[in-house]
């Protein structure tokens, strides 16, 4: 079965830098646009960056000075680079893989930023 696990998450202080991982496995990863997603406990899940199949990259506002997500499609993995973290970044940060017709989602990891 396809299978997104997630790693990285820890408990840094403000000003800190983390790297999040996701491998896929048993789908085409080369062939998916691959997401950062993330959602703090009372919050909706929102979307963090994007890289799509082609390579292009979109972040929300909040992140876009400070995080790049990049992806290696020989290793089936894509990463998020998250620089001066702030406490508005802790959550659960999960990460999607999608095509056209097809959808999956990883079980996440926990990001704490204390201040």
């Known amino acids: 079965q396809v299978q997104l696990v997630e790693s990285g998450g820890d408990l840094v202080q403000a000003g800190d830098t983390l790297r999040l991982s996701c491998v896929a496995s048993?789908?085409?990863?080369?062939?998916?646009?691959m997401t950062w997603y993330r959602q703090a406990p009372g919050n909706q899940r929102e979307l963090v960056a994007t890289v799509t199949s082609g390579g292009t990259t979109t972040y929300r506002d909040s992140v876009k000075d400070r995080f790049i997500i990049s992806r290696d499609n020989a290793k089936n993995t894509v990463y998020l680079q998250m620089n001066d973290l702030k406490p508005g970044d802790t959550a659960v940060y999960y990460c999607n893989a999608r095509t056209k017709f097809r959808e999956f989602w990883g079980q996440g990891t926990q990001v704490t930023v204390s201040s």
């Open positions: 048993r789908i085409i990863f080369r062939g998916y646009d």
